[in-house]
């Protein structure tokens, strides 16, 4: 069984910067495809970023540019540097886990799931 915890989360002003980790613990973290999805209230769920085993990483449209996944396979750890924060990017993101390996931006191909962390951009 593999858990994910998130943690970073907060409230930013538009145009700061965040930066939010997910501490992955069981498994075989360093051959897990590692996403990053955020939800607001009555949305969906969103792909933001994600990141395979070989290090290969894909955005959302919507945070190219202004996002950037990394992981660290010693340390068991996924981060999302966000800079250039806007309101819209309000929301609590989740990190999950995919054992397929291979790039993916649909949640149902996401086995395992964080709790979440607030991210809070204010205008």
């Known amino acids: 069984q593999v858990q994910l915890v998130e943690s970073g989360g907060g409230l930013v002003q538009a145009g700061g910067s965040l930066r939010v980790s997910c501490a992955a613990s069981?498994?075989?973290?360093?051959?897990?495809?590692m996403g990053w999805f955020r939800q607001v209230p009555g949305k969906e769920r969103e792909f933001v970023v994600g990141i395979t085993w070989s290090d290969g990483t894909y955005y959302a449209d919507s945070v190219k540019g202004r996002f950037t996944v990394s992981r660290d396979n010693a340390k068991n750890t996924v981060y999302l540097q966000m800079n250039r924060l806007k309101p819209e990017d309000t929301a609590v993101y989740y990190c999950a886990a995919s054992l397929s390996g291979s790039s993916s931006d649909t949640s149902y191909e996401y086995a395992y799931w964080g709790q979440g962390t607030q991210v809070t951009v204010s205008s």
């Open positions: 069981g498994g075989t973290f360093s051959s897990y495809t």
